[in-house]
């Protein structure tokens, strides 16, 4: 079975986030760039999976500009045999996204699509559920197990306060979730190889997809910051303070 992982390009998670000075936006200049966590531990699984016999090809794609190539890269690197870049400088939205991975699920013919739950800078959280319902597929999201079968994949799925198994019916939606596994970090020799993988371009326009973005954001603004804390003498002050300030006892 083929598997499809789509990859986004995103600020480092360990970059301090700056909002612009206008509030349109999140400072990207100058700023690292990587694969979004979550993303890496959907790739993780495929190669996983493909190193099991359980796979035949892993895929990754992103749709973004052309910058976010190093973002394949580094998921050939950690093992995927080819990537797809859908090149567009818009802004990409889940909606947008999702039409794109619809066309290119119609073109490749995975068997399994496995993305990450949430992309770090939107925190959306709705790409796969978009991806699965323009399919038709069943979906397993907040994975935190895969166990692909005879054709079906068994699922469990992080819940508030426990876990749930599913059973899906191929083919099928993942998303991944912290716990699913641990990425590797690609070897030397494998970055190397990785330079050697092919890479297709595609335009949004190619897939029949309009990338426009539907959502306009009004206001990006910084948490307002933190009152300073103070130091009491003692114990019985520090109790008189939150009963009778904080009013928290
Ligand atoms: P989101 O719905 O934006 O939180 O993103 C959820 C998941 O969808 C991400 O973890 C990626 O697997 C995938 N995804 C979102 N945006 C893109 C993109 N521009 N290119 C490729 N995959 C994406």
Known sequence: MKILVPVKRVVDYNVKIRVKADGSGVETA????????????????????????????????????????ETLRTGLAMGADRGILVQTDAETQPLAVAKVLKALVDKEGPTLVILGKQAIDDDCNQTGQMLAALLGWPQGTFASKVAPGEGSVTV???????????????????????????????????????????????????????????????????????????KVADVAALVDKLKNEARAI
């Open 30 to 69: 100058n700023v690292k760039m990587s694969m979004n966590p979550f993303d890496e531990i959907a790739v993780e699984e495929a190669v996983r999976l493909k190193e099991a016999g359980k796979a035949t090809e892993v895929i990754v794609v992103t749709v973004g500009p052309t910058a976010a190539q």
């Open 156 to 230: 469990t799925r992080e819940i508030d306060g426990g876990l749930e198994t599913v059973q899906l019916t191929l083919p099928a939606v993942v998303t991944a979730d912290l716990r699913l596994n641990e990425p590797r970090y690609a070897s030397l020799p494998n970055i190397m190889k990785a330079k050697k993988k092919p890479i297709e371009t595609l335009a949004p326009d190619a897939l029949g997809v309009d990338v426009a973005p539907r959502l306009t954001t009004l206001k990006v603004a910084e948490p307002a910051k933190r009152k300073a804390g103070v």
